[in-house]
């Protein structure tokens, strides 16, 4: 990894580390993700948005995400049958632009992956319960 350093305004670098700081990011890492948004090549069919959690890429005009698609492409789906069989909204452009998106932003979409596992969540859900009982019942465990 080439590293160079480039100068910003101070009142610039004052809004970059209070979004970081929003984002659990440092100042560096959130403006290498914004400047990547800005530079890289484009696809015409992946549009990146800012969530909570960070910004998160998805097909344009949808909620499907780039990570859903490479989730189906890891359980043994072909992009043919992504696009016609379990998301026939999409066109099969679409599935190649964010497998294309997939393939230059790889450390991004497997880090949205295993940050949204059904055990990460479980946790979560466990985390938010008032007690061990709750959440037992909502998730037909036994305590």
């Known amino acids: 990894m080439m590293m160079k350093t480039i100068s910003i305004s101070r009142e ?3 809004i970059l580390s209070q979004r970081a700081q929003e984002s659990n990011r440092s100042p560096d890492e959130l403006a290498d993700e914004l400047l990547a948004l800005q530079l890289l090549p484009p696809h015409p069919y992946i549009e990146v948005y800012l969530s909570r959690s960070g910004p998160r890429a998805v097909i344009k ?8 698609i490479i989730g189906y492409i890891r359980m043994g789906y ?3 049958a992504i696009a016609t069989e ?3 909204h999409l066109t099969l452009a679409q599935i190649y ?4 998106y997939y393939h230059e ?3 991004e979409i497997d880090k949205e992956l295993s940050e949204d596992s ?3 969540w479980r946790d979560r859900l466990r ?3 008032d007690s061990e009982a709750d959440f037992a019942l909502i998730t037909g465990t036994r305590v």
């Open 12 to 14: 610039i670098y004052d």
């Open 61 to 68: 005009g949808t909620r499907v995400g780039v990570s859903t």
């Open 78 to 80: 072909s992009p043919e």
């Open 86 to 88: 379990i998301l026939p």
């Open 97 to 100: 632009d964010a497998l294309s």
């Open 105 to 107: 932003h790889k450390a």
């Open 118 to 120: 059904e055990d990460i």
């Open 127 to 129: 985390e938010m319960m």
